[in-house]
């Protein structure tokens, strides 16, 4: 896992050297590095603890925002408000977590996706108004992010670059070191079954909440930083879109297949943007793709250099079984 | 030196190993007017028993008796009325979790492993979460030796045939030290050379590793051969206790259940 992680990031940490004044390839690469992060967590919770989780983009928006006010409104700095924020979003997390350990499969899928709808109307209604979300304008000005007298901001694509490599790999690793440790053996023991890890002296209610927490937290918190990053914030991103696209990340990858979520990440955005021309048609042809590459490639494009390099035993892949 | 084995089911004479066996009176586990309904069914009525430390007990009553239910009370699973004492201490309402942390484990009647784990890391899992202290891979290695799955131990645990499965869930509930041992129905589906080696295999958990023993069994014969106490039940309540030979013969249990359970291979 850890090798694969490596080559992924080290290809891209080279690419500035190549393209780092194309403005646009930067934006792009930016934009993969912030949706490994959100694609790794949905894996996280989905593929490993077997919690089908629907909220992720809501937690992703609740970040933007939470660090958003929190620096324009509070004047709190920005790198600070982004954590804070994830804080809050992990807060969060529990409490849409909490319902969700007495329901299984479809059902938590329904409640967390309840957040997700429920979000819109709140950012747009009086009390997310009182907030400071800036209602359905949205917030127009989000103050940069600052670190050591230095501004990183979009309008200098190379550092900025760096800082978010270094956030995503940050994230990326910590979500590695928990599928490793015993944390993740006991999340694989709760989704195949929960009976039989509660009986071994597994506590579901434990680890499920922390599965809600850390992955909320890391949501939101590159959520804020995605916040600061592109300096404005509606709640168009709360449209199906961005939500399909992220399911496209996680299929691309192989469900369960870290790090295949990343590399679906990486693959999704940068095709997307390679779509573009096709205008009205490019949802149609991103459906079209996932469609057939569920039927080819069952455990995605992570499954496949598995495959190839003859290593099979690691992951949580669900055809498997 | 060794007591001779008895042969059959019920010789003349108890078995020296019951007589043998360094158990003492202290019980180790106690239900006491335990009661679950399920809405109108009542799958346990009011019963009560008594398991000793060290002994080898048997459950055994016709489908539907609310045997597996009992466990899953003991577990953890379910709130019930009454109270379950384990070496004194009421665990009522205790989270399944942590009963097997104080050293209850079991295995359950349909088979579960953990597909997406080998055979080594699932029966870790019972020690890392489920055993007091800390986690100890010679303990782990010995167990997947002393149930005898060595050679698969790097095998996904879903590739298991049913015995390997059956002693997956031993070994794994096992690894938590377990002071008490539950299994239920070890020997459903398996034959005659099978139920053997699993006889064995609870035998040494029992003597060697010192674990007391429930076991909830249709097959008489194996229940007859291995435990001291035998407990029969009938829609949730005693039908009879006490030692296996006695309750066997029993007219009551040859009526309502040996009786039934051989109108049952007649009709199949
Ligand atoms: N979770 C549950 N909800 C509702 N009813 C249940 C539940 N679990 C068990 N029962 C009912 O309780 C009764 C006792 O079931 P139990 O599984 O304990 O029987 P058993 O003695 O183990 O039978 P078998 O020999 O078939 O395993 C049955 O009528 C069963 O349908
Ligand atoms: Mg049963």
């Known amino acids: 896992m850890a090798v694969i992680m490596a080559v992924i990031y080290g290809i891209v940490g080279v690419m500035p050297i190549f393209v ?9 690469l930016i934009m993969c590095l912030i949706w490994a992060v959100v694609a790794a967590c949905w894996d996280l919770i989905m593929g490993f603890a077997g919690i089908f989780s629907f909220g992720q983009v809501a937690f992703f928006v609740m970040g933007a925002y939470g660090s958003a006010i929190l620096a324009s409104r509070l004047h709190i700095t920005p790198i600070l408000a982004m954590v804070l924020s994830g804080g809050i979003t992990a807060a969060i997390g529990v409490l849409v977590g909490l319902p969700c350990l007495r329901l299984k499969g479809a059902y938590i899928a329904l409640v967390t996706f309840a957040v997700h709808m429920i979000l819109e ?39 900025f670059f760096y800082l978010t490599l270094l956030l995503s790999i940050l994230c990326t690793v910590i979500i590695l070191i928990v599928i490793k440790s015993y944390w993740g053996t006991a999340f694989l023991a709760l989704k195949d079954s929960e009976d039989f890890a509660m009986s071994l002296g597994v506590s579901a209610f434990k680890y499920k909440l922390m599965v809600f927490a850390l992955t909320s937290f890391l949501t939101g918190m590159i959520g804020g930083f995605y916040g600061h990053y592109v300096g404005m914030l509606s709640t168009r991103m709360l449209g199906i879109d961005l939500f399909v696209t992220l399911m496209i990340m996680l299929v ?7 790090p295949g979520a990343i590399l679906g990440a990486f693959i999704t955005v940068s095709l997307n943007e390679m779509l573009a021309p096709l205008g009205t048609y490019r949802p149609l ?28 035993a690691e992951g949580a892949g669900v055809s498997r079984y | 030196m060794t007591p001779p084995q008895p042969s059959n089911m019920c010789g003349t004479d108890p078995s020296p190993r019951r007589i043998a066996r360094p158990s003492g009176d202290a019980a180790i586990l106690k239900a006491i007017h335990v009661t679950k309904k399920f809405g109108e069914l009542v799958a346990v009525n009011d019963l009560s028993f008594e398991v000793k430390k060290g002994q080898i007990f048997g459950i055994a009553g016709p489908n539907g008796a609310g045997k597996s239910t009992v466990y899953n009370l003991i577990t953890g699973f379910y709130p019930f009325e009454g109270a379950i004492e384990f070496n004194g201490r009421n665990i009522r309402g205790l989270p399944p979790y942590r009963i097997a942390q104080l050293g209850i484990s079991r295995t359950f009647q349909i088979p579960q492993t953990f597909p997406s ?13 489920g055993s007091p202290g800390h986690f100890d891979r010679k303990y782990v290695d010995r167990i997947i030796e002393f149930v005898g799955l060595e050679s698969q131990r790097r095998e996904m645990t879903g590739q298991l045939n049913l015995l390997g499965k059956k002693k997956l869930m031993i070994g794994a509930a096992l690894a938590t030290r377990p002071k008490i041992l539950m299994l239920d129905e070890p020997m459903a589906g398996s034959n005659t050379s099978e139920i053997k080696s699993l006889m064995a295999l609870i035998q040494a958990i029992n003597t060697d590793l010192g674990v007391t023993i429930i076991i909830i069994e249709h097959f008489m014969k194996v ?8 407990l029969i039940i009938q829609t949730g309540t005693e ?14 249990v040859i009526e309502s259940y040996l009786g039934e359970a051989y109108a049952d291979s007649n009709e199949s």
């Open chain 2, 223 to 230: 229940l007859t051969e291995l435990t001291e106490t035998l």
């Open chain 1, 252 to 258: 691309i990858g192989g469900i369960g297949q870290y």
């Open chain 2, 117 to 129: 784990l080998t055979v080594e890391k699932s029966v870790s899992v019972g020690n890392r979460f």
């Open chain 2, 239 to 252: 039908l009879c206790c006490g030692d296996p030979c006695e309750v066997t013969s029993d007219p009551r």
């Open chain 1, 285 to 312: 042809t991103l459906g079209a793709l996932v469609v057939v590459l569920v039927l080819l490639l069952p455990d995605g494009v992570i499954g496949l250099i598995r495959k190839v390099s003859g290593d099979e």
């Open chain 1, 20 to 28: 780092g004044d194309v403005r646009f390839i930067m934006h792009i």
């Open chain 1, 121 to 159: 109307p709140f950012l747009k209604g009086d009390m997310g108004r009182f907030l400071g979300t800036g209602g359905s304008r949205g917030i127009l000005t989000i103050p940069p992010i600052e670190l050591f007298e230095v501004t990183f901001s979009s309008a200098a694509p190379v550092p």
